[in-house]
């Protein structure tokens, strides 16, 4: 069969989908990740090239050795003109060699440099790796304004970014690619990772370092706002626990802070003060829950409290049994907290 | 010849390659059974569930549930009435001596009902697989013989000899005497 | 010989101050009643005395409690009595001298709730009971606070003021002064919130509540605060130094002495720790723990505060011994309050004020940066600063403490403060900790150690007005019990392994010292019969190997057991017989 063209073409194009949507190194949406993408794109073609003149040459050097069969009788014996013309050959190729690393080189470095200079005052975020999940906490002036969180971290549109990046138990990473690179989160040391978004919009990230059973399942959504919206969004995020709107999720109020879930969450304003799960006094709020695993609907939130080791095996958040009274008061409940 | 000898080999060693069972989800019937201790009279001691024999004893020789319930001790505050065995406030869980008994079924309703002396009842705080896995973790803390699994390495500072020592009744010293 | 029974007074409390001066003191105040001294058969186990030159103590009598676990409760004089409370659970016993010995003449067992021996702390064991206007008031680790007629033993009102289902339990002595009585909580390890309660003397219902966190109003601050040092100076200070809501589990038990001054109107106390002890789940200064308040005696309202350690890392608190004394301090006559620090630093500050005159470290310390800054707070050092996820090792002071509450005696006429030093380091590892009502709020594993040169404990003569060591004893183990300053120039105090021992107070030189039957953790007290004569008392029972820090049933294979001290008091031998011994001495 002939291959075709146009069809081949048309065939290549579906891969350039790749290329866009909210979690993507080639689409960038900051200055951060633009620096790092035109890397990527410079080092591609610099690097392509390169492999093509490499492959040229070889093909020119086989066919040439095809065609002339005369140097085969006396193989070793050096003739001096095209031995001239090979040194030349070789000489040229390490020095353009040389040249394109030290370039390719200083570009890095330039483009690194570049990824944590800013300019303004950057909105400090502290952003902690726990196995399977994120906790997030803004820093204030002073420590009754913090707001601790899970999961999703809000930003304002082109204010530079400073993430505290540390971690609880292993080694995380941190990369969101349509707005920074990846930078680890090691257990017993500080990281820092700084970026801008500069325009509205919901970039998905996720962890970048295996990390156990759940490591494809850990993500985060960061939401860039305009400012007085990210100003507004802290401020009711600060707030305690939104009061339940009906029976049905007061009832959900009962079994959230009489059953297991006040061991390990935090719902603030009521008894539950557990630590060592994600924030809760504002899950309604999120996108997602489960980090990245389900979308925030009561739907989800039942099926994630209901089954967490069907959805993600292996979590540390245990089978609670819950009658489906109790099931349909709390879910209720916690899409209520707004 | 060669290519036979080869076959076998590689299928020998791919039998070789058991891994260890999780079981990460248990079915909630199962679960209701495993909350069906029947203890005696006075609440110790007693017979077990017998969904525990037909699942295998999954916490005694499972290496997982042993470390979840390692995770356990520390994440619901055990440390801080009975340190790492050695006890404070409350007794010590190392010394082989147990107030309320160390069979699996004693220490489970000890868990999940509390005692008069001062023991919290984590029945309302823990689901009913993790007091087992915290069980199958107790009895491996001050033990004397060695067992083929063991919670994994600490976290933590270590300051006590570890679970899986052995042969363990020679590194682990004589209990203090009562 | 014969004898009659004898009435007893207690002339001289462990703190060095004359109780029967204008201030309120902790224990009883009773006058001497008139009766005749009896001989006491000797009873207990095998002693070896050793005297020397000018200076012994003779046994005349022992009695014996059959409670195993820690005695802290120095017995207290009540109308001839001596009132001898046992650890929880507990039972107060009355006894007089007659020819038989010491015996018993009433008792008293309170109801018991056995749950609080998961929420109380330090081995199980309550300060001594006090005695006024008849009555005598005592604390149980339970919860309750109960009045009784000191005469005959009769409940007069039982309240229950701590909350158990919290973790809250009661541990030291409460104070009667005036018409009310005084009490403040223990817990900080469970995340409880501090608190001081001022309850009727009459019918024990609670006249007012200031707590050690939260907004303003719980806290007593209003018109009449007025601090020294400006970081206390602020808003709803005890709230907004805490992330959200953490102020509700903030600790800062009122665990330790108070003491009241009422010449001023004003009662000090200090409050504990912060809680958890991991510092970096509650980020800010957490006002108002580890620090020292004066209040006002009628309506407790803060009028000044004093921050020992603003933002704790090291678990330190300031639950230490409280001495009220008027003396001239750099030639002006002052009226002072020394806080003999758990931080290993003697405070003195002007006690009207609440100005820092003096903080000098009486035992090793790494922890900090001696000298008072600014703000009067001394500084952390930084290489031994904790945070989670990190050990830090070798940190001197212990979490323990450098004193025990009721580790220190005062001589006015010499100017030497006597102080019962634990000298202590750990290695502690910060971790994250979950709160669960009702359970342990700690997050860190500590292992406690000796210092890095010289004994785990000292008996420490502080000379005040230069703020430096006069002389100090080595001791093997921490003192965790208290001295008795005796004015013919001794200092008498009992040790973890069982020793009694006095000093002459000039030098320091051992004069006399006997085995008792077990180690002591209490104060000796020094009481005088009707006769004239003075007898010495001293409570020995240190509660199983890790001494008032655990239950019997630690196991010290484990660093980390008993807080710590699993590590330090592996070379404790078992008690022969577990028990309370309380011995009385006669002076020659």
Redesign the interface.
Known sequence: MRPHPRLAAAALLPLLTGCTGPQSALDPQGPNAASLAWLIWTFTAVCGLVWLLVLLTVGIALWRRRASSGAADEPLRPESATERRKQGVVIGAVVATVLIIATLTLMSFVATRSLTASSGEPLTVRLRGYQWWWEVTYTADSPDRFVTAANEIRVPVGRPVRLELSSGDVIHSFWVPSLAGKQDMIPGRDNVLTFTAERPGSYRAQCAEFCGMQHARMALVVIAMAAPEFESWLDAQRQPAAEPADEEQEAGRQVATGKACAACHTIRGTRAAGTVGPDLTHVGSRQTIAAGTLPTTRGALGAWIADPQTVKPGNKMPMVPLSADELRAVSAYMAGLK | MRAVAIAGLAALLAAGCQREE?D???D?PV??ALDQVAPMANAVGGAPPDVLGALGEPYEGNAYNLSEGK?LY????C???H??????????L??G?W?YGSDPVSLFVTLRDGR?????AYG???????IWQLVGYLRTV?VSSASFAAPSRN???Q???AENRAPASAE??T???? | MTASTAGFATIRQSDGHDPSGGSAARWGIVAAIAASVGWLLLSGTAVAQESASGFSLRLVGTFRTDNPNAHLAAPVMAGGRLLLLTPFPHRLTALRLGPEGLHPEWRFTPETDRMAEGTACCGLGVRSPAVAGGRAFLNTADGRTIALDAASGTKIWEMRTADRGSGESLASSPLPVGDKVLIGNAGDDFGVRGWLKALDATSGATLWTRYSTGPDEDVGIGPDFAPFYKIARGRDLGAATWPPGAWERGGGSVSGPLMADTGLGLVFHGTGRPAPLNPDQRPGENRWTSGLFARDLATGAARWFYQLAPHDQHGVSGTGPLILADRDWKGRARKLLIHVGLNGHVYVLDRISGELLSAEAFAPVNAFRGGAAASGAIAVAQEKATRVGATTRDVCPAWTGATSSEGAALSAETGLLFIAAARLCMDIEIRPANYIRGTPYLGANVRVKGPPEGGAGELVAWRLDDARPAWTVSEPYPLLGGPLWHPRGFVIYGTLDGWLKALDARDGRLVWQQRLASGVVSAPMLVRGADGAEYVTVLAGRGGAAGPAAGLEADLRDATAARGFGNLLRGLSAEAQPGGTLYLFALP
């Open positions: 999780r990460l989800r248990l909630p679960t209701a995770r520390s994440w619901f505050n440390k801080g009435c340190a790492d065995g050695g006890g404070a406030s409350g007794p010590a190392l010394d001596w107030r008069q002396n001062g023991m919290p309302d705080k823990l689901t009913t697989e993790q001050g976290d933590e500072m300051s006590r000899p682990l010293g209990p203090p005497s009562r």
